[in-house]
């Protein structure tokens, strides 16, 4: 794709230096990604600013580069009289729109869902992602779960865990579109729109989950979090809205002047859960609408993913689909990896993975596991070395009396010291030294301790972020799979008793 720009000001506002017209193939944000015709925009990041890789990205083939420093973008041009220099006063909307532009303004012909929140929001996408595609709508998501098309995760490569930087985003709408897709849905995350990636996406729906304390490292306070999340339903046409949660739903609600539902087990919701059941099979509900009651059993597993489910019909509903006709599909939603996760081996006893790394998640997953037979719970928690240190104890206080055995240990360290990050956690215990606590400051130490605590009958519950391919040690992303730790545990032992400790 070349897409010649002459009229800069039609898509960003901003000073040119140089030539007022050049084709553009790609838009990138590292230097080390232009190729020929690029267009290189500088990024002020936490440990490099991407003015200081101007020359590199030149060398590497880019014709157009954008940033903020007019006096140094000035002075470029004379060294490089064959380049344009666009000074911005913004360059990470700058980002957003040049990439919209030059991918051909793709969420324009793509029906778009965003869904926000601090838990459940991969849930929900593949939710919305599964109903959509049983009802021969081709859909695809973008999240943590990977980049999926209507059929397959695809190769895309994902540079940031959730929701991607906005020439991705943009470069993934348009292989949508190519395939003749016609819809998307988008995790969105606080931080994504806070750093403006999702910024020119007009949504058809977005949805929101709820809101407890998480990314305080990166927004200083809870009212800002909330605030950037608030942002997502000012793109909006329709909204979908969990009245249960009290922190954020209320805001929705006043700000929001479009077609608006509400959902969960208050009375006044629009699509009111209750008479919840779950077992092994999945949970049944009735499910409470303006059309009527309708009983529903779904292949999902405890409350919260009632919950979720419910905000994925409102999406659906949103989205032109009749009740009947959703409902008629609900035994095709899928779970995405990682979320109440079920392994399937020739353990004697039952594990379940989730993705549970805050405390309002950790205690979803505890009561979802609850309705579960088993002769006794044991339960990993970690502590998450790159976010906010204060969650860690609160952690604690939410395994705290439901599990027979807990052991804590270390996700994401970072730069983190990993016996600072287990001790943080253990401050959130009563009496940190009960024999039921144990400690492991690396993950796959912490779950193979949890097998050999276990025994026939028992569930082993497996929480945490051990779900996105890799952990960050230092600063770097280092490949991980916890199903192949998993595996590792039992390939090495020739019996079920010689995994066991006596």
């Known amino acids: 794709?070349?897409?010649?720009?002459?009229?800069?000001?039609?898509?960003?506002?901003?000073?040119?230096?140089?030539?007022?017209?050049?084709?553009?193939?790609?838009?990138?944000?590292?230097?080390?990604?232009?190729?020929?015709?690029?267009?290189?925009?500088?990024?002020?990041?936490?440990?490099?600013?991407?003015?200081?890789?101007?020359?590199?990205?030149?060398?590497?083939?880019a014709k157009t580069v954008a940033g903020t420093d007019a006096h140094l973008l000035s002075t470029y041009s004379s060294t490089f009289p064959s380049i344009t220099f666009i000074h911005v006063a913004?360059?990470?909307?700058?980002?957003?729109?040049?990439?919209?532009?030059?991918?051909?303004?793709?969420?324009?012909?793509?029906?778009?869902?965003?869904?926000?929140?601090?838990?459940?929001?991969?849930?929900?996408?593949?939710?919305?992602?599964?109903?959509?595609?049983?009802?021969?709508?081709?859909?695809?998501?973008?999240?943590?779960?990977?980049?999926?098309?209507?059929?397959?995760?695809?190769?895309?490569?994902?540079?940031?865990?959730?929701?991607?930087?906005?020439?991705?985003?943009?470069?993934?709408?348009?292989?949508?579109n190519q395939k003749g897709m016609k819809a998307a849905v988008i995790e969105s995350t606080s931080i994504a729109i806070e750093q403006k990636r999702l910024a020119t996406i007009d949504f058809n729906v977005a949805v929101h989950t709820n809101l407890t304390p998480e990314h305080l490292e990166f927004h200083g306070s809870m009212e800002n979090y909330k605030q950037a999340k608030l942002k997502l339903f000012e793109q909006a046409e329709r909204a979908v809205v969990n009245i249960d949660d009290t922190v954020m739903a209320g805001d929705i609600l006043e700000i929001f002047n479009g077609p608006l539902l509400t959902y969960g087990k208050n009375e006044r919701a629009d699509l009111r859960m209750r008479d919840i059941h779950t077992t092994l099979d999945?949970?049944?509900?009735?499910?409470?609408?303006?059309?009527?009651?309708?009983?529903?059993?779904?292949?999902?597993?405890?409350?919260?993913?009632?919950?979720?489910?419910?905000?994925?019909?409102?999406?659906?509903?949103?989205?032109?689909?009749?009740?009947?006709?959703?409902?008629?599909?609900?035994?095709?939603?899928?779970?995405?990896?990682?979320?109440?996760?079920?392994?399937?081996n020739d353990a004697p006893y039952q594990i379940v993975l989730d993705y549970a790394h805050t405390p309002d998640a950790l205690s979803n997953i505890l009561q979802a596991v609850s309705s579960i037979p088993y002769q006794k719970l044991i339960v990993m928690i970690t502590g998450v070395g790159?976010?906010?240190?204060?969650?860690?104890?609160?952690?604690?206080?939410?395994?705290?009396?439901?599990?027979?055995?807990?052991?804590?240990?270390?996700?994401?360290?970072?730069?983190?010291?990993?016996?600072?990050?287990?001790?943080?956690?253990?401050?959130?215990?009563?009496?940190?030294?009960?024999?039921?606590?144990?400690?492991?400051?690396?993950?796959?130490e912490a779950i193979h301790h949890a097998f050999d605590l276990a025994a026939p009958g028992d569930l082993v519950l497996l929480t945490g972020i051990g779900f996105g391919g890799y952990q960050v040690i230092g600063n770097e992303k280092v490949p991980y799979s916890e199903l192949e730790v998993i595996d590792d545990y039992f390939n090495k032992c020739p019996s079920y008793k010689d995994c066991v400790m006596f």
């Open 282 to 344: 999945g949970t049944s509900f009735t499910f409470q609408t303006h059309e009527g009651l309708f009983e529903v059993h779904a292949p999902v597993y405890g409350e919260y993913n009632v919950s979720n489910l419910l905000a994925a019909i409102g999406a659906c509903k949103q989205a032109g689909y009749s009740m009947a006709e959703i409902l008629s599909v609900i035994s095709m939603v899928k779970c995405p990896e990682g979320r109440y996760q079920i392994v399937k």
């Open 90 to 176: 913004d360059a990470r909307l700058a980002l957003a729109h040049l990439s919209s532009h030059v991918f051909g303004n793709p969420s324009e012909s793509i029906s778009t869902i965003g869904v926000t929140g601090t838990n459940g929001k991969t849930t929900v996408t593949s939710f919305i992602y599964s109903i959509l595609n049983a009802l021969s709508l081709r859909t695809g998501s973008i999240g943590t779960a990977g980049i999926w098309d209507d059929a397959q995760k695809t190769s895309f490569r994902q540079t940031v865990p959730t929701t991607p930087e906005a020439p991705d985003i943009h470069r993934v709408l348009d292989h949508f």
């Open 386 to 444: 790159l976010r906010d240190p204060n969650k860690r104890p609160l952690m604690a206080k939410a395994v705290e009396g439901m599990a027979d055995e807990i052991i804590v240990s270390v996700d994401q360290p970072g730069f983190a010291d990993r016996q600072e990050v287990v001790n943080d956690v253990l401050k959130g215990f009563r009496n940190p030294l009960e024999h039921n606590i144990h400690t492991k400051l690396y993950r796959e």
């Open 1 to 61: 794709m070349q897409k010649k720009l002459q009229h800069w000001n039609e898509v960003v506002e901003g000073t040119v230096f140089g030539p007022l017209a050049q084709y553009a193939s790609t838009v990138e944000y590292d230097s080390r990604e232009t190729t020929e015709d690029s267009i290189f925009v500088c990024i002020p990041g936490e440990n490099y600013d991407g003015h200081q890789f101007i020359e590199q990205a030149i060398k590497n083939g």
